[in-house]
Nanobody
Framework: QVQLVESGGGLVQPGGSLRLSCAASGNIFGIKNMGWYREAPGKERELVAVISSDDNANYADSLEGRFTISRDNSKKTVYLQMNSLKPEDTAVYYC????????????????WGQGTQVTVSS
């Protein structure tokens, strides 16, 4: 059973920082792209950042360099460091991972975490 478990969300004041983590577990053979998406109330889910297996990262243009995505392949974990947070960053943040599973050949399966709430408010 494959799981993505997120942690690190919470309430923070404007200008503050948070670090989100997402750990993958289960019968995983390989990890391709990992990423973070967010969904604000009344809005569609949007890409925040994605990182490839060789550490190439891409970000949403709107972030203005405030967020940094990274990964630790030995821990099957992806991180999102969020700095200079703004109220408009308030959303549920979802982790996504494209995984190859044991005994499934080269097929890549997409998994999502359960989401973690980030609230930026004074």
């Amino acid at each position: 059973q494959v799981q993505l478990v997120e942690s690190g969300g919470g309430l923070v004041q404007p200008g503050g920082s948070l670090r989100l983590s997402c750990a993958a577990s289960g019968n995983i053979f390989g990890i391709k792209n990992m990423g973070w998406y967010r969904e604000a109330p009344g809005k569609e889910r949007e890409l925040v950042a994605v990182i490839s297996s060789d550490d190439n990262a891409n970000y949403a243009d709107s972030l203005e360099g405030r967020f940094t995505i990274s990964r630790d392949n030995s821990k099957k974990t992806v991180y999102l460091q969020m700095n200079s947070l703004k109220p408009e960053d308030t959303a549920v943040y979802y982790c996504k991972a494209d995984l190859q599973l044991e005994r499934s050949g080269r097929t890549v399966f997409r998994y999502w975490g359960q989401g973690t709430q980030v609230t930026v408010s004074s």
